[in-house]
């Protein structure tokens, strides 16, 4: 069975930070590409920031400077660092795991965050 378990997610105010972390298992995570999107209500859901296999790294322009994806594949964790956060950062985030040449995409149930002074 395969599970994403998303957790750091929380209150914090304009300017500071917050990391999130995305737990796999019941997949070979090595193989898959891993991201972060984010959905506000009303709104479509977003790519934050991606990262492949290999440790290539995408970025929505929005996040460019302020956050950062990484992944650990020996603990199967993929890790988002959010700095200077601001308002319009809030949203749920969710946790993707995508192995295209099989068709293979996974989601986290998703986690809040929340901006605000």
């Known amino acids: 069975q395969v599970q994403l378990v998303e957790s750091g997610g929380g209150l914090v105010q304009p300017g500071g930070s917050l990391r999130l972390s995305c737990t796999g298992s019941?997949?070979?995570?090595?193989?898959?590409?891993m991201g972060w999107y984010r959905q506000t209500p009303g709104k479509q859901r977003e790519l934050v920031a991606t990262?492949?296999?290999?440790?290539?790294?995408n970025y929505a322009d929005s996040v460019k400077g302020r956050f950062t994806i990484s992944r650990d594949n020996a603990k199967n964790t993929v890790d988002l660092q959010m700095n200077s956060l601001k308002p319009e950062d809030t949203a749920v985030y969710y946790c993707n795991a995508n192995w295209a040449v099989v068709g293979n995409d996974y989601w986290g149930q998703g986690t809040q965050v929340t901006v605000s002074s």
């Open positions: 990262i492949t296999n290999s440790g290539s790294t």
């Open positions: 019941g997949i070979s995570f090595r193989l898959y590409a």
